[in-house]
T-cell receptor, first 114, second 113 residues
Framework: ETGVTQTPRHLVMGMTNKKSLKCEQH?????MYWYKQSAKKPLELMFV???????ENNSVPSRFSPECPNSSHLFLHLHTLQPEDSALYLC?????????????FGEGSWLTVV | GESVGLHLPTLSVQEGDNSIINCAYS??????FIWYKQESGKGPQFIID?????DKRQGQRVTVLLNKTVKHLSLQIAATQPGDSAVYFC????????????FGQGTELSVKP
């Protein structure tokens, strides 16, 4: 149990579907992140939210739409994805502020786009 | 560009031996470093961290060494066990960018019984 819960753990969707990934953190943190992990590539930061406000969008295509209704919840809305978007999507949280705050990850959502 | 990288993509060790996983970083402004372990089908799990004002930190069976002169980070695992088999990532925290982590590619550790 990492304190960061992601659902669903596995998702298969067609290129015309709309789906959402959900993340909830129980650590009292105020920063949340979405990372993408593809095979044989480093983790790629997608979005950062601090105190519910988006502070970073790392040139992510608009077919990925994040939503952060409060400091404990984070969503990633998916629509018209491409097969190359198939990957493990990791949510993480930390205590925002100065550097040196460890980021804690959830178990990830495995996404397959067919 | 700025990056964190690993010297070896795979490492195979005998059970009971010590393991050393290396990492190079290029940003001298980084002030905090973390090692993560990722087992198959799971998310990265925090192992140990070290701040730039230290050169060594020890945990339970793990030690992280930081050499700022050559921008090198290593993770030492003592008495490696089969449960240590995983991919290990180092990450650097760019202190001037609000705590954003940059990850290396990862080293896959395989422990032979």
């Amino acid at each position: 149990e990492t304190g960061v819960t992601q659902t669903p753990r596995h998702l298969v969707m067609g290129m015309t579907n709309k789906k959402s990934l959900k993340c909830e953190q129980h650590l009292g943190h105020n920063a949340m992140y979405w990372y993408k992990q593809s095979a044989k590539k480093p983790l790629e930061l997608m979005f950062v939210y601090n105190f519910k406000e988006q502070t970073e969008n790392n040139s992510v295509p608009s077919r990925f739409s994040p939503e952060c209704p409060n400091s404990s919840h984070l969503f990633l809305h998916l629509h018209t994805l491409q097969p190359e978007d198939s990957a493990l999507y990791l949510c993480a949280s930390s205590q925002a502020g100065s550097s040196g705050n460890t980021i804690y990850f959830g178990e990830g959502s495995w996404l397959t786009v067919v | 560009g700025e990056s964190v990288g690993l010297h070896l993509p795979t490492l195979s060790v005998q059970e009971g031996d010590n393991s050393i996983i290396n990492c190079a970083y290029s940003n001298s402004a980084s002030d905090y470093f973390i090692w993560y372990k990722q087992e198959s089908g799971k998310g990265p799990q925090f192992i140990i961290d070290i701040r730039s004002n230290m050169d060594k930190r020890q945990g339970q069976r793990v030690t992280v060494l930081l050499n700022k002169t050559v921008k090198h980070l290593s993770l030492q695992i003592a008495a490696t066990q089969p449960g240590d088999s995983a991919v290990y990532f180092c990450a650097e925290n760019l202190g001037n960018q609000g705590g954003k982590l940059i990850f290396g590619q990862g080293t896959e550790l395989s422990v032979k019984p």
